[in-house]
């Protein structure tokens, strides 16, 4: 005669982040440290030589790209998208400082939240990414004996890019930026919001590649500094760099 089984409690399904080393999948990490949300994380080392992504994670996900969310059948791309949709799924557990992660809509907290997600990644980014291709082009192996004549045309070349293209957007990004942390603690407002998660990669990207000296970039943008030292000092973005390794290469 067989013993029937007991039942057992429906589970949810398991939170599953691949992670590629030294990306914008840190934010994502962080969040979900902050929630306290139990997640099995998958890293992934980037490519030697070129420093892409691997081609494993096309298998996660067509474009291959990380960070991606995979929560049960649902396969989730795009930090802003994971971000958002980490705090619609487990909204109960936005509390205490986290109580605002998403302002309420109408608010202005809100439409400050909406467009910083959407600043990160549309106008700050693909600047902060041309400044590090352009820095890193002249220093890509070429042949030695057409080294002498083409190092010194690409090393003008990309010279000339970021005086006259790239360096001037991103010196009207950053003093627009600390004008706006000037006026609040947190990028929506009093509170932590997901603004905040989206903005700390860029905000490492550029003061990693811009700032000069930490002394120096520390004057030149003393709010820009104190938002990135109060994001610094989280326990939960602590542990979320223990597990992920360093934010910037």
């Given at each position: 005669?067989?013993?029937?089984?007991?039942?057992t409690?429906?589970?949810?399904?398991?939170?599953?982040?691949?992670?590629?080393?030294?990306?914008?999948?840190?934010?994502?990490?962080?969040?979900?440290?902050?929630?306290?949300?139990?997640?099995?994380?998958?890293?992934?080392?980037?490519?030697?030589?070129?420093?892409?992504?691997?081609?494993?994670?096309?298998?996660?996900?067509?474009?291959?790209?990380?960070?991606?969310?995979?929560?049960?059948?649902?396969?989730?791309?795009?930090?802003?998208?994971?971000?958002?949709?980490?705090?619609?799924?487990?909204?109960?557990?936005?509390?205490?400082?986290?109580?605002?992660?998403?302002?309420?809509?109408?608010?202005?907290?809100?439409?400050?939240?909406?467009?910083?997600l959407?600043y990160?990644?549309?106008?700050?980014?693909?600047?902060?990414?041309?400044?590090?291709v352009?820095?890193?082009?002249?220093?890509?192996?070429?042949?030695?004996f057409?080294?002498?004549?083409v190092?010194?045309?690409?090393?003008?070349?990309?010279?000339?890019?970021?005086?006259?293209?790239?360096?001037?957007?991103?010196?009207?990004?950053?003093?627009?930026?600390?004008?706006?942390?000037a006026?609040?603690?947190?990028?929506?407002?009093?509170?932590?919001?997901?603004?905040?998660?989206?903005?700390?990669?860029?905000?490492?990207?550029?003061?990693?590649?811009l700032?000069?000296?930490?002394?120096?970039?520390?004057?030149?943008?003393?709010?820009?500094?104190?938002?990135?030292?109060?994001?610094?000092a989280?326990?939960?973005?602590?542990?979320?760099?223990?597990?992920?390794?360093?934010?910037?290469?």
């Amino acid at each position: 005669m067989n013993t029937p089984s007991t039942p057992t409690a429906p589970h949810s399904p398991t939170l599953v982040l691949h992670h590629l080393e030294q990306s914008r999948s840190q934010r994502v990490l962080w969040l979900l440290e902050e929630m306290g949300l139990p997640y099995e994380l998958k890293t992934y080392a980037r490519q030697r030589g070129n420093r892409l992504a691997p081609p494993e994670l096309k298998a996660v996900h067509p474009l291959g790209k990380s960070p991606v969310l995979v929560h049960g059948s649902e396969v989730v791309a795009e930090s802003a998208a994971i971000l958002e949709y980490l705090a619609e799924t487990f909204a109960e557990r936005a509390q205490g400082d986290l109580a605002q992660l998403v302002p309420a809509p109408g608010t202005p907290e809100h439409r400050r939240c909406r467009f910083w997600l959407h600043y990160a990644e549309g106008s700050l980014m693909p600047w902060l990414l041309m400044k590090l291709v352009f820095q890193m082009l002249p220093r890509q192996p070429m042949p030695f004996f057409v080294r002498p004549l083409v190092q010194p045309i690409v090393h003008y070349i990309c010279q000339q890019v970021q005086l006259k293209l790239i360096d001037p957007n991103l010196q009207r990004a950053l003093p627009f930026i600390e004008q706006e942390l000037a006026q609040r603690p947190w990028f929506a407002g009093e509170h932590l919001s997901l603004a905040d998660f989206q903005m700390s990669y860029p905000i490492e990207a550029a003061l990693t590649r811009l700032g000069g000296p930490p002394s120096s970039a520390s004057k030149k943008w003393p709010h820009l500094h104190a938002w990135l030292e109060r994001v610094h000092a989280r326990a939960a973005y602590q542990r979320a760099l223990a597990k992920g390794g360093p934010v910037m290469w």
